[in-house]
T-cell receptor, first 111, second 112 residues
Framework: DVKVTQSSRYLVKRTGEKVFLECVQDMDHENMFWYRQDPGLGLRLIYFSYDVKMKEKGDIPEGYSVSREKKERFSLILESASTNQTSMYLC??????????FGPGTRLTVL | GNSVTQMEGPVTLSEEAFLTINCTYTATGYPSLFWYVQYPGEGLQLLLKATKADDKGSNKGFEATYRKETTSFHLEKGSVQVSDSAVYFCALRKTGFQKLVFGTGTRLLVSP
């Protein structure tokens, strides 16, 4: 079975802190994705990566950056957390042209 | 642009009732269509998919048919169970692209 794991299920940070969200997949997938999920808005794509060191902006990249130094790991970085980044963050991975597999999510609260 | 519209929830049903969750889409070309399900406290799981017009996706008693003429992909189940209570997301992916475009999700609550 494909497994996508995220480093934390719940995280509480303060405004202005630098925040790292980590995602690891164990199935050698080329593609990895970061979404945020908010009530009434569904899932919105922040960034995705189609190969090591490659990345593309999604629909809402402002305030975020990403890093993919190894194929299995994709990190989402909030350089200076703000309260409007309080959300559920979901990571996913996929093989080219195939379904996306999701991690359990990290619920981030920024105070 | 590409977009997916789902009916607003919550949808509240009694066990063994018939379920329909409406989904319509806007896209150029011929996208692939998906239904994902999110159980409480979990990430999303693929429920079913269809890749071309008139295809029917099915899984766990759920079905959806890709209707190009009405740009729809409605989710149906003949007899829901309490364990089907979850949030259901309709999504599309344009051919040749990896990005999914999601609807806003529909919460289903099934009572015994």
């Amino acid at each position: 079975d494909v497994k996508v794991t995220q480093s934390s299920r719940y995280l509480v940070k303060r405004t202005g802190e630098k925040v790292f969200l980590e995602c690891v997949q164990d199935m050698d997938h080329e593609n990895m994705f970061w979404y945020r999920q908010d009530p009434g808005l569904g899932l919105r794509l922040i960034y995705f990566s189609y190969d090591v060191k490659m990345k593309e902006k999604g629909d809402i990249p402002e305030g975020y950056s990403v890093s993919r130094e190894k194929k299995e790991r994709f990190s989402l970085i909030l350089e200076s957390a703000s309260t409007n980044q309080t959300s559920m963050y979901l990571c996913a991975s996929s093989l080219q042209g195939n379904e996306q597999f999701f991690g359990p999510g990290t619920r981030l609260t920024v105070l | 642009g590409n977009s997916v519209t789902q009916m607003e929830g919550p949808v509240t049903l009694s066990e063994e009732a018939f379920l329909t969750i409406n989904c319509t889409y806007t896209a150029t070309g011929y996208p692939s269509l998906f239904w994902y399900v999110q159980y409480p406290g979990e990430g999303l799981q693929l429920l079913l998919k269809a890749t071309k017009a008139d295809d029917k996706g099915s899984n766990k008693g759920f079905e959806a048919t890709y209707r190009k003429e009405t740009t729809s992909f409605h989710l149906e189940k003949g007899s829901v169970q309490v364990s089907d209570s979850a949030v259901y997301f309709c999504a599309l992916r344009k051919t040749g692209f990896q990005k999914l475009v999601f609807g806003t999700g529909t919460r289903l609550l099934v009572s015994p």
